[in-house]
């Protein structure tokens, strides 16, 4: 094959770096998670991440002259955003990963883009349903389907909490694929006051809930749960937000999208290295189903293209 020339020089050492950030505090989230839950209610883990993330972006949007939208119709949009983006699969992330492994929830998570496909086609006239794309979805969840175990979802049994954790975390693809959709339906602003807008709502949602349904499941003694539910708020979800929209505009969304192959990888490569847990053949083997189609899925692009 041959190679573009422009190819090493199309994309910075910036956006490469913001790339980086993305894939390590994104695919250190489910490890941080596991430790975090061990401890800590599910529905306290999403309050005290996004509680955290709040009490970082706002001082950095002021600090930055930034301002936060007062029209009601963007707080509509930004609730809608939380809900579907951050309290719903920060929540079934967090319950979910209490009875699978890190690893296995941060290869789930590789659903996303095959998710995003339907809903795209449903939702935006830009984005058809193609035969590639429809052949990619069918082979990525397939791959989705040899991860959870083929025999237990055709006999499924709901006292299988592993089951059940496995099919949770799926379901979180269904809302970041939807706030990844809707967003584009959104009116444009800059990305750090949508993200600011987002975590605020978020923490109007997360910490009435957890009050009411586990008024007890806040506490944590052990200093690595302390230390979990700290890095969880400050970079998978503050660090992230204030990285993520600049990155879409200066690299584009489809560089951006690396993070697809590469989050679900440093997750599993977290989890193993150090919660010690086990990945098997078959594991690995849906994983690059997942994988493949993903990239089949994908629209090719021509070389020289912007």
Same mark, same amino acid.
């Given at each position: 094959? @041959?190679?573009?020339?422009?190819?090493? !020089? =199309?994309?910075?050492?910036?956006? #490469?770096?913001?790339?980086?950030?993305?894939?390590? *505090? #994104?695919?250190?989230?489910?490890?941080? !998670?596991?430790?975090? *839950?061990?401890?800590?209610?599910?529905?306290?883990? *999403?309050?005290?991440?996004?509680?955290?993330?709040?009490?970082?972006?706002?001082?950095?949007?002021?600090?930055?002259?930034?301002?936060?939208?007062?029209?009601?119709?963007? #707080?509509?949009?930004?609730?809608?955003?939380?809900?579907?983006?951050?309290? +719903?699969?920060? #929540?079934?992330?967090?319950?979910?990963?209490?009875?699978?492994?890190?690893?296995?929830?941060?290869?789930?998570?590789?659903?996303?883009?095959?998710?995003?496909?339907?809903?795209?086609?449903?939702?935006? =006239?830009?984005?058809?349903?193609?035969?590639?794309?429809?052949?990619?979805?069918?082979?990525?969840?397939?791959? *989705?389907?040899?991860?959870?175990?083929?025999?237990?979802?055709?006999?499924?049994?709901?006292?299988?909490?592993?089951?059940? @954790? +496995?099919?949770?975390?799926?379901?979180?693809?269904?809302?970041?694929?939807?706030?990844?959709?809707?967003? =584009?339906?959104?009116?444009?602003?800059?990305?750090?006051?949508?993200?600011?807008?987002?975590?605020?709502?978020?923490?109007?949602?997360?910490?009435?809930?957890?009050?009411?349904?586990?008024?007890?499941?806040?506490?944590?003694?052990?200093?690595? !749960?302390?230390?979990?539910?700290?890095?969880?708020?400050?970079?998978?979800?503050?660090?992230? @937000?204030?990285?993520?929209?600049?990155?879409?505009?200066?690299?584009?969304?489809?560089?951006?999208?690396?993070?697809?192959?590469?989050?679900?990888?440093?997750?599993?490569?977290?989890?193993?290295?150090?919660?010690?847990?086990?990945?098997?053949?078959?594991?690995?083997?849906?994983?690059?189903?997942?994988?493949? @189609?993903?990239?089949?899925?994908?629209?090719?692009?021509? !070389?020289?293209?912007?």
């Amino acid at each position: 094959m @041959g190679s573009d020339p422009q190819a090493a !020089t =199309r994309h910075p050492m910036r956006d #490469w770096a913001d790339l980086s950030v993305l894939v390590v *505090v #994104w695919g250190s989230s489910f490890a941080l !998670t596991k430790v975090a *839950v061990g401890e800590v209610a599910p529905v306290w883990v *999403v309050a005290w991440r996004v509680l955290l993330a709040t009490a970082v972006l706002i001082p950095v949007l002021l600090l930055s002259g930034g301002a936060l939208s007062r029209r009601p119709r963007d #707080w509509a949009g930004f609730a809608w955003l939380a809900f579907v983006g951050t309290v +719903a699969p920060f #929540w079934l992330i967090s319950w979910g990963t209490q009875y699978i492994s890190s690893s296995l929830a941060g290869v789930l998570m590789a659903a996303v883009p095959l998710v995003v496909i339907f809903m795209a086609a449903a939702l935006l =006239r830009d984005e058809p349903l193609t035969v590639r794309k429809g052949i990619g979805f069918v082979a990525g969840f397939a791959g *989705v389907v040899m991860l959870i175990g083929p025999g237990a979802l055709l006999s499924f049994d709901p006292g299988n909490m592993q089951l059940l @954790g +496995a099919l949770a975390v799926v379901s979180a693809s269904f809302g970041y694929a939807s706030q990844a959709v809707t967003v =584009r339906l959104m009116r444009p602003m800059a990305g750090l006051e949508r993200a600011t807008g987002m975590i605020i709502a978020s923490s109007a949602m997360a910490l009435p809930l957890a009050l009411v349904t586990a008024p007890d499941g806040y506490a944590a003694e052990r200093a690595e !749960t302390l230390a979990s539910l700290a890095l969880l708020g400050i970079f998978p979800t503050a660090i992230a @937000g204030i990285v993520l929209f600049p990155l879409i505009a200066s690299a584009g969304a489809g560089f951006t999208a690396l993070t697809n192959y590469l989050v679900p990888a440093f997750a599993l490569a977290v989890g193993v290295s150090f919660l010690g847990e086990h990945f098997t053949s078959t594991d690995f083997a849906g994983f690059a189903m997942v994988l493949a @189609g993903i990239t089949f899925a994908r629209p090719r692009r021509r !070389t020289g293209g912007g």
